[in-house]
């Protein structure tokens, strides 16, 4: 009973119009001032401890959701007018759907609504030139979810000053999974090739090799009479010439995807796999489409750490700084590609609902501190290095 | 930062009166809050032109207010700076206090006493070390494998099966025979010569030999020996680097590319369960706990498919390097933290 009479007058002393108006001007104030200072580029958020919330309020499941969310927009706030120009939040789970269908379908019910409204209130996002991607595996929502998903992101396509990445039914396993299946997808289709480009058509490429062969058979004839006598010798020197024949054409495809061909396709057009059957004109062109559909395929050794982070979910470069409420010290499966190099993460005990702007100071200036005193060192041992050099 | 009252009114979605708000009620409530809209390029430059006077008043106004923020930003880390200092102080006298009061005088007796109190255990133990900054190659390799030596003996005596040490540069992994030798050397010295409930050790790299000196007793593969002997405890280490990592997926996609190409395999085939039966057996499973003995906690490129849902610990503040009271205490954290899957 204390508790409920002590918040209720807390609520209504801050709601005072003085006090109301003297805290937001120290808000700006303190958001202006930060401004002075270093600020991340990236700020991801676990939005953890909303049950937990509202089981400790004596609150619907449901109701504790709505705080989160409104914690957020504070949150949000704070981001954006301090300059954070991508922030991403955990805002469901893959794993989620494990819980009761009650709280997914009024997780889902919720999601609509926010979408809803936020697609009414566009110019909000506008003034902040935030642009909102919803990223994670699509299959798994609702149609009619995704459907103002979709509005809503084409809604602030155009902003690009700052971004919000709401990963929704999302995991990290299952962007480093969806990473690696698009990148093998894309290695297993022969790249696009610019048309039209070149001055040079491939149809009389091919008649001024069909012309050369002929030559080289008329050579060969010649040559069979040079040549001592050997028991498989005329069938060796056709295989040979096709065999520089093949490897030529190869060049010419592999130049025309401007592409180093490597050492495995060069085996499969490999001299032993042919055909030792004489040149034919049909027996060139089929020759001609099996190196084409090999040797246009990427070379599988040519994917980096970056092809795999270009096809994650995540557009944006790594977040300097992860943020986890509720007093759990795990991942939970967020972000695992993008923050295990040098992400700060920090975990804290206060519960998502709570979460504002004095909670969220202490972490973003010891941050800027940490910063700060880092630059100093470096500068320090650049000093001493540059030092040691003059003398 | 919407103020208690409009927040309210937000909450709701009704106004004072009861009524409720429609979507440009809800607009002229916020419109208070929210920054300028951004002016075109172009009306700012041509107003610059018009009137120069109106412009150097405009001037005036952000040069006072960006003077009255970067006052405020330096107070705020004067301020900030001095209580970091204490903190640290603070930080350092507990730490200290925490390092006489628990030590396990090379004792794994001693070491099992404190682990009494713990509901649970990890079964897979984790720790990140890092080569030290100062000092030259051969100094932090000494010190590197002297932490591992110390970490494998605590881990050992916790009863814990499974230890992985992650150290970014990989130059543990080079001396796979010395620090095994090294080892056992520092397990003689906890347990004693001969002792019955000495682990047996076995020291593994990921896409290295594993090794298996010829004096020590192969791992017990049926719990025990041939001729009835005692059950030895058995620890497994696992010596893991940054190759371990984002490279190791790497090269698992350059392989199911291969695959992909040579039509072995659809990439609708590819799933987490797939990736991670690979990863699991060329690397390591998941470990259920990361113990961190730096100040922050920052993974510096531990593999990221293990890393889902361990539990890390890092002690605030801690500058001591390695210490048996960051274990301890990681454990206890460990112990009595209940475990949940997903957000």
């Known amino acids: 009973m204390a508790t409920t009479d002590g918040a209720s007058l807390r609520r209504w002393f801050l709601s005072l119009p003085p006090v109301e108006y003297l805290l937001q001007h120290v808000r700006e104030l303190l958001i202006g001032s930060l401004k002075c200072g270093p600020i991340p580029n990236h700020i991801a958020f676990v939005m953890d401890g909303n049950r937990r919330w509202a089981r400790d309020h004596k609150l619907e499941t449901v109701e504790g959701h709505n705080m989160g969310f409104e914690a957020l927009a504070r949150v949000l706030e704070v981001c954006y007018k301090s300059g954070v120009k991508y922030v991403t939040i955990y805002a469901f789970s893959i794993e989620n759907f494990k819980r009761s269908k009650y709280e997914v379908d009024g997780l889902m019910d919720m999601a ?29 929502v609702r149609a009619d979810v995704l459907e103002q998903v979709d509005r809503a992101v084409d809604m602030t396509r155009e902003n690009d000053r700052a971004v919000l990445n709401v990963c929704f039914p999302y995991t990290g396993r299952e962007e480093i999974t969806h990473s690696i299946r698009e990148t093998v997808k894309e290695y297993s289709v022969p790249p696009e090739r ?65 592409q180093p061909a490597s050492s495995q396709t060069s085996n499969c057009a490999s001299p032993t796999l042919k055909p030792t059957t004489p040149l034919s004109p049909d027996n060139s062109s089929w020759r001609l489409k099996s190196a084409a559909s090999s040797s246009h395929l990427p070379d599988p050794e040519t994917i980096t750490t970056d092809t795999l982070t270009k096809n994650t979910y995540i557009d944006a470069p790594p977040p300097e700084l992860l943020i986890r409420t509720s007093g759990v010290n795990r991942l939970s499966d967020f972000m695992l590609w993008q923050c295990h190099e040098t992400t700060e993460i920090k975990f804290l005990d206060c519960m998502w609902p709570e979460f504002d702007l004095w909670h969220f100071l202490p972490v973003l200036v010891e941050w800027q501190w940490r910063q700060r005193h880092k630059q100093r060192q470096e500068g320090r041992v650049e000093g001493s290095t540059d030092g040691i050099k003059s003398a | ?30 419109k208070p809050y929210l920054p300028p809209t951004p002016k075109p ?24 207010r960006h003077a009255i923020h970067s006052l405020i930003f330096t107070i705020i880390h004067v301020f900030f700076s001095v209580y970091i200092r204490l903190r640290e102080a603070y930080h350092a006298v507990v730490n200290q206090i925490f390092t006489v009061l628990y030590y396990h005088h090379r004792t794994p007796e001693l070491i099992k006493k404190d682990m009494k109190n713990l509901s649970k255990v990890p079964k897979h133990l984790s720790v990140i070390l890092q080569q030290s900054p100062a000092g030259g190659d051969k100094d932090s390799l000494e010190t590197l494998m002297n932490d591992a030596c110390e970490i494998a003996a605590w881990t050992a005596s916790a009863g814990i099966p499974v230890l992985s040490i992650y150290e970014r540069t990989g130059i543990l992994k080079h001396s796979l025979p010395h620090l095994h030798r090294r080892i056992s050397r520092t397990m003689t010295s906890y347990y004693g010569e001969a002792a019955a409930s000495k682990p047996t050790i076995s020291l593994r790299a990921p896409h290295l030999p594993s090794y298996s000196p010829p004096t020590s007793p192969e791992p017990p593969t049926n719990g025990d020996d041939a001729d009835g002997h005692v059950h030895h405890p058995h620890l497994a280490i696992m010596l893991i680097d940054e190759s371990d990592g984002r490279q190791t997926l790497v090269d698992l996609t350059k392989t199911l590319a291969e695959m992909a190409q040579h039509g072995k395999l659809s990439p609708e085939d590819i799933s987490s369960e797939l990736i991670d039966a690979e990863i699991s057996e060329s ?61």
């Open chain 2, 1 to 30: 930062m919407v103020g208690a009252r409009h927040a309210q009114a937000f909450h709701a979605d009704v106004d004072e009166q009861g009524r409720r708000l429609s979507a440009r009620e809800r607009e002229r409530l916020l």
């Open chain 1, 194 to 258: 610019p048309k039209e480009k070149r001055a040079f058509s491939e149809s009389q490429i091919q008649r001024h090799l069909r012309t050369r062969q002929l030559a080289s058979v008329a050579e060969e004839g010649e040559q069979q009479y040079l040549t001592p006598p050997n028991t498989t010798g005329g069938l060796s020197n056709a295989s040979d010439a096709d065999s520089t024949e093949a490897s030529e054409q190869e060049d010419l495809d592999s130049s025309s995807v401007l």
């Open chain 2, 283 to 343: 690397v390591m499973m998941e470990p259920d706990l990361i113990i961190l003995f730096g100040d922050q906690i920052v993974l510096d490129g531990y593999p990221p498919w293990q890393a889902r849902l361990s539990e890390m610990f890092y002690v605030q503040d801690h500058v001591g390097g390695v210490g048996y009271h960051v274990f301890l205490r990681a454990l206890y954290k460990y112990g009595q933290a209940q475990f949940r899957v997903g957000t």
């Open chain 1, 112 to 140: 609509k609504t926010r979408l809803v409204q936020m697609s009414q209130h566009g110019e909000l996002f506008d003034r902040y030139g935030a642009s909102v991607r919803v990223l994670g595996d699509r299959s798994l």
């Open chain 2, 41 to 64: 390029e172009t009306s700012h430059s041509s107003a610059a032109h018009k009137s120069p006077l109106f412009q150097h008043k405009k001037r005036v106004r952000p040069a006072i």
